[in-house]
């Protein structure tokens, strides 16, 4: 038998804290969305949510019923209804004189545990090809004994707690079988790293449905599913995640903090208009950076005071590129449900392009919607010309032009995570393509039989920048890399 333990104590000197996902970007928000989406209009479990929290269809499992009770209270009080307490600490480590793996956790008292808990423990990433049935029992669960069917695409595993009186520090002990032999080595992998606890790959947090207007809330750990600011820009993650076209690339990833960069760009009231302009207008593409996040604490609102003539032409870029958005989706171009995604990103965002009567916030999340959404249309149409370009008549050797290069950039807090910043291929030998006079005549000397000059080549002539918009939890900054995307292509 395999045996997990998880306590609730505080850890002594001979422990570490161990770094949680929590202060990952978009953790708390990505549960609420999971959770939210879990059931459909009528309040049923829809399919994908079986295998997205682990449940087993053939029991009864408690944790349907948790999920299904979550789910509608979340789509019944937009979130509000829905308290997290966090742990301050968490350690994971295995024990020498048996097979057992231990993560023990901290969590601070609040009167919330007079409720009744549901302990989710989230994994750093969806499951592969693991597959973990296993059951956990303990007395501090209801019912006592739990199972979990775990598989590919499982990035959460729900377990119902015991309600208990006082405020006192938790400590739960929850003992996890393996169904399987050929399962314990997989339990272990998916929990911890390595033997010294110090790569947690999953991390516990607890949720109280709390009725509206009720306090339970004690403590900074304690947190409401529902923060606004923070849902905007993780909304706006998800929206780049699941429409630009996802490559997988076994090239290591690049470091964008390690290029040319011009001084950053506060973006706040007091930014110049001039640059605010410049950047509305820009066709290059946008990261988005959010270091620092922690789940805790909502993300500060930005503020933009643009003048409404300004205001006006960034409503009318936003528009004219929703548009294209939506065809590529009417195309099948983009899956569609992007186009429930893009609904939600300007509610959120709370835009309207209502010239001065825009709040700075909701100027501030427009600009980074317009970022986005250019970024987009930017991507699709690279891919439109190159199919066109490859569509054209073929010949032995393609003559000089613009392709695709796409790369990974070194970032766990970067959105998009790659780009592409093209690249020049083909021929430069006559009839030379974008071709100066020097190459010109250099070809010429090299066809007349002079072999030992180097032959003209196909580079990149004319460049974009790239624009990397930094949101942390006290200030945004807007950074242009400039001649990062190669945009034309000559013969040099």
């Known amino acids: 038998m395999l045996t997990l333990v998880l306590f609730w104590s505080s850890l002594g000197p001979a422990g570490t804290a161990a770094t949680v996902l929590q202060n990952a970007p978009c953790f708390v928000d990505d549960l609420a969305v999971a959770l939210h989406d879990a059931t459909g209009e009528d309040g049923q479990l829809v399919n994908s949510s079986t295998a997205l929290f682990g449940l087993c269809t053939e029991s009864d499992n408690s944790s349907q019923s948790a999920l299904t009770e979550l789910s509608a209270g979340i789509r019944r009080n937009n979130r509000a209804g829905v308290e997290v307490l966090h742990p301050t600490a968490v350690l994971v480590s295995e024990k020498d004189d048996q097979e057992a793996v231990v993560v023990t956790f901290d969590l601070p008292q609040s009167p919330l545990f007079k409720l009744k808990p549901v302990l989710v423990l989230a994994?750093?990433?969806?499951?592969?090809?693991?597959?973990?049935?296993?059951?956990?029992?303990?007395?501090?669960?209801?019912?006592?004994?739990?199972?979990?069917?775990?598989?590919?695409?499982?990035?959460y595993i729900l377990l119902t707690g015991k309600p208990s009186e006082g405020n006192a520090d938790q400590r739960w002990e929850i003992s996890v079988q393996a169904k399987s032999p050929n399962t314990k080595q997989n339990l272990k992998d998916v929990l911890i790293g390595g033997k010294s606890g110090s790569d947690v790959r999953m991390t516990p947090l607890l949720l109280f449905s709390v009725e509206t207007g009720t306090n339970g809330r004690s403590g900074s750990s304690v947190a409401s599913l529902q923060t606004?600011?923070?849902?905007?820009?993780?909304?706006?993650?998800?929206?780049?995640?699941?429409?630009?076209?996802?490559?997988?690339?076994?090239?290591?990833?690049?470091?964008?903090?390690?290029?040319?960069?011009?001084?950053?760009?506060?973006?706040?009231?007091?930014?110049?208009?001039?640059?605010?302009?410049?950047?509305?207008?820009?066709?290059?593409?946008?990261?988005?950076?959010?270091?620092?996040?922690?789940?805790?604490?909502?993300?500060?609102?930005?503020?933009?005071?643009?003048?409404?003539?300004l205001l006006e032409e960034m409503g009318q870029r936003l528009e004219k590129n929703e548009q294209q958005i939506r065809e590529l989706i009417r195309q099948e171009a983009v899956p569609r449900s992007a186009s429930e995604k893009l609904g939600r990103l300007r509610e959120l965002s709370g835009f309207q392009g209502q010239g001065p009567a825009a709040e700075g916030e909701s100027q501030y999340n427009?600009?980074?919607?317009?970022?986005?959404?250019?970024?987009?249309?930017?991507?699709?149409?690279?891919?439109?010309?190159?199919?066109?370009?490859?569509?054209?008549?073929?010949?032995?050797?393609?003559?000089?032009?613009?392709?695709?290069?796409?790369?990974?950039?070194?970032?766990?807090f970067l959105v998009p995570k790659e780009g592409d910043i093209g690249n020049c291929r083909g021929s430069c030998a006559f009839p030379m393509t974008n071709g100066n006079n020097h190459a010109v005549l250099l070809n010429s000397y090299i066809e007349a039989g002079n072999v030992n000059e180097r032959a003209p080549c196909c580079v990149p002539v004319a460049y974009d920048p790239m624009e990397v918009i930094d949101c942390d939890e006290k200030s945004t900054f807007l950074t242009v890399k400039p001649d990062m995307v190669a945009k034309e292509c000559g013969c040099r």
């Open 123 to 155: 994994f750093e990433k969806a499951l592969t090809d693991e597959e973990l049935d296993v059951t956990f029992s303990s007395l501090s669960l209801q019912p006592n004994t739990q199972s979990a069917c775990a598989s590919e695409g499982t990035l």
């Open 366 to 412: 427009g600009f980074l919607l317009l970022k986005a959404l250019q970024t987009v249309t930017r991507t699709y149409n690279i891919q439109r010309r190159l199919r066109a370009t490859r569509s054209g008549p073929s010949t032995s050797e393609p003559i000089c032009g613009l392709g695709s290069l796409t790369v990974r950039f070194e970032s766990f």
């Open 228 to 309: 606004p600011s923070r849902s905007f820009l993780c909304e706006l993650r998800r929206f780049l995640d699941a429409v630009l076209p996802q490559h997988r690339s076994d090239t290591p990833p690049l470091r964008l903090d390690s290029l040319q960069s011009l001084p950053p760009l506060a973006l706040d009231p007091s930014t110049s208009e001039t640059l605010l302009a410049g950047s509305i207008n820009s066709s290059a593409p946008t990261v988005f950076s959010f270091p620092g996040w922690s789940s805790s604490f909502p993300a500060r609102p930005g503020q933009l005071a643009l003048s409404p003539a």
